[in-house]
């Protein structure tokens, strides 16, 4: 699917949501009640895995849509796109550094390493799934397929390995 293509789609989602409130007036009565109740549903939202949208987000979209119209459902390229944004660069280098010397290691135990080597203050937070990005945009994750004996075979499924 072409971007232009999910873009359309994505705002077509929003304005389908916000349409039984783009008439009302700013403020009106039972507006949030409205908006609650849409929020407590799931939907099927274009370019997401995600199944809800928070009553904030819905909000936000009808102010949207009454400053600027349908153009302004379509969603923006992200300035960051590609960028760690969790991780200061100082942090990445040595998270890449630790990774390229001792590839072996797990997130988990790369980020221990790291925290442990005293080069990072104790508040900034390293999300296991933000240094796997990392990681895998530089290349440096691999997956490790494990080999199950013949006789661990037979432990676990006893009437077909026999």
């Not at 153009?71 to 550094?97: C, F, N, Q, W, Y």
Request: charged fraction near 30%.
């Amino acid at each position: 699917m072409a971007e232009n293509e999910l873009q359309e789609q994505v705002a077509l989602f929003r304005y389908g949501i916000i349409a039984d409130f783009v008439h009302l007036p700013p403020g009106s009565r039972g507006l949030y009640a409205q908006i609650r109740k849409k929020a407590g549903q799931e939907y099927v939202i274009p370019g997401s895995r995600r199944t809800r949208v928070a009553e904030e987000t819905i909000r936000s979209w009808l102010k949207k849509y009454r400053k600027g119209g349908f153009d302004a459902l379509l969603p923006k390229e992200r300035t960051d796109k590609g960028e760690t944004r969790k991780l200061p660069l100082e942090i990445s280098d040595l998270l890449l550094e630790a990774k390229e010397k001792e590839p072996e290691l797990t997130v988990p135990l790369l980020i221990k390493k790291v925290r442990a080597s005293g080069n990072i203050p104790d508040d900034v937070r390293m999300p296991r799934s933000t240094v796997y990005k990392l990681l895998a945009r530089h290349g440096l994750t691999r997956k490790i397929h494990h080999l199950i004996e013949t006789s661990s075979l037979r432990y676990l499924m006893p009437g077909i390995c026999s």
